[in-house]
């Protein structure tokens, strides 16, 4: 089937690419799961079209600001929410120095399908409140609601100037996050959150081919498991170099994994000039 839409279906296609059912392709099915494994990986961690840009909604609790206060508390190794390590390091000239320190918990667990994480949006924003007192409410009241009365263009610069006032008073909330550990980790003060207080988290998600069938017809999919199949299927004959079959043909492993390797790099190489998201846009 030249459009596959299932592993199984992705299998045959780069099988056929092969030269099967003429040629038999000697590779086992546990490296064929392994390589299938191997291709999305890549294609979901470098490839734009193996991740989306979505927005992740998380509810602050009681408990977990409970756990912030909680591991606050100085000289409290045995408070709910914080780590405590102890080890032993040789420093020159001082001898063996023990040490002890404490971890904070304050971080919220991640979906292991986030692979980046841009920003998280402001808890509070007092530019955009919704109370009478709101200075854009009252740019609204007063001015707007006249069009005759400012320019458009007066509007706007004051609008930009505001903005730049709230990012100077209500700067962005720092965070860190490695989609290794799944942690989302916020530099901010915990006081000024309160319960059923909402996160927006924007990020990248990898997609799901059991969930997203069209993945497997992805043209650089296709051609990038067909080449990691063909490196194994080289790599697998390598051993038989110089075995002669019957009529005198001869097994040339080394060229087609050579050949593979080759493939495998020029589409790497696209892939990076074509494909791929710039590295800036995943790190939070």
């Excluded at 494994?37 to 409970?66: P, S």
């Excluded at 400012?150 to 720092?174: A, F, N, V």
Aim: proline share 4%; aromatic share 10%.
């Amino acid at each position: 089937m030249a459009n596959p839409a299932t592993r199984e279906e992705l299998v045959k296609y780069a099988k056929r690419q092969l030269g099967a059912p003429v040629l038999e392709v000697n590779v086992a099915d546990e490296q064929v799961e392994d390589l299938m494994d191997d291709a999305i990986q890549i294609y979901q961690n470098r490839h734009m079209d193996g991740v989306e840009l979505m927005y992740l909604k998380h509810r602050i609790t009681q408990d977990f600001l409970d756990s912030i206060k909680a591991s606050n508390i100085a000289g409290s190794p045995t408070s709910t929410g914080i780590t405590t390590t102890t080890g032993t390091a040789n420093i020159t000239g001082i001898g063996n120095t023990t040490f002890d320190f404490v971890e904070n918990q304050n971080f919220i667990q991640i979906p292991d399908a986030v692979i980046g994480i841009e920003r998280v949006f402001k808890l509070d924003n007092r530019l955009i409140s919704t109370n009478m007192f709101n200075i854009n409410y009252q740019l609204m009241l007063n001015d707007v609601y006249f069009f005759s009365s400012m320019e458009l263009m007066g509007y706007t610069l004051t609008k930009r100037y505001l903005e730049d006032l709230d990012h100077i008073l209500h700067p962005e909330k720092q965070i860190r996050f490695n989609r290794r550990q799944s942690r989302l980790y916020l530099d901010v003060d915990y006081s000024s959150m309160q319960p059923n207080d909402w996160l927006i988290i924007r990020c990248y998600r990898v997609l799901d081919p059991n969930d997203y069938t069209k993945v497997y017809n992805d043209p650089f999919l296709k051609k990038y498991f067909t080449a990691l199949m063909k490196k194994q299927w080289g790599q697998n004959l390598i051993k038989f170099a110089g075995v002669k079959l019957p009529g005198g043909v001869e097994l040339n492993g080394r060229q087609i994994y050579e050949d593979a390797l080759g493939e495998i790099d020029n589409l790497e190489s696209k892939m990076a000039n074509e494909y791929e998201l710039p590295p800036l846009d995943l790190i939070g």
